[in-house]
Structure formats: structure tokens, C-alpha cells
């Protein structure tokens, strides 16, 4: 079932990163529509296959990889933001915060992944 929800996670990112390069790119560039789109969030297929992927992945997986997959995304959305800000791309203010935010969970899910990963390294 591990596999099931990385996959369902990792086809979400994907989508994510799609509608990312599919938006307009200008100032009318919206972060609300490229995460979870125009729709009701229960008529949007992206937000119910992410509803799905994360009820799996808490319900199967190890925390470490649960945090592990948050520090990817949140390495990835930084890099898409970074990049939405360093070419104009949507409101300049909303990239910085959504920057910063991005960098303090991928320090928060990183060190927790490190923590996690201590007593193996002992041995």
C-alpha cells in the first residue's frame, strides 16, 4: 500500500507542476488556481486524488517517509515560486512568502528526517 500512495502522490506533484507551466505567465498567474484549481475542491479531480494519496500514505507509511516526501515537495515548490518570483510571474509578495514558507518546512521536515535517521546510522 506504500507504493500505492507515493504513486498517487507523486502523479498529484506531477499534475501540480503541469497546471504550474500551463497557467498564464504574467501577473495574472494565481498560486490558488494552479494548487487546487477553479472547482469545488470535491469536483476537482487533483484535490481528491491528493485527499487520497495522503489518507494512504498516513494510514501505510512510515513517518520518515511521510516527512521525506513533504521535504521533496517542499524542495520542488520553492524552485517553482523561485522561479515564478525571479521572472515576474504572479504577485511578488505572495512568491516571497510562499519562498519562506517552503524553506521552513523543508528545515523543519529535513532535520526531522535526519533525526529519524540517527539511530540507523549508529549502528
Known sequence: MNILGISLYIFWLL????????????????????????????????????LCALMVLFIFAPLKLIY??????????????????????????TSIYLCLACIFIGIGTGLFVLALCQPLCKD
Open 15 to 50: 499534475l501540480v507542476i503541469l497546471k504550474f507551466s500551463s497557467l498564464p505567465h504574467d501577473r495574472r498567474f494565481s498560486y490558488q488556481q494552479a494548487f487546487f484549481g477553479t472547482l469545488y475542491w470535491y469536483k476537482n479531480f487533483r484535490n481528491l486524488l491528493l
Open 68 to 93: 521525506f516526501l513533504f521535504f521533496i515537495t517542499a524542495c520542488l515548490i520553492f524552485l517553482m515560486t523561485a522561479r515564478n518570483f525571479w521572472f515576474r510571474i504572479g504577485n511578488a509578495w
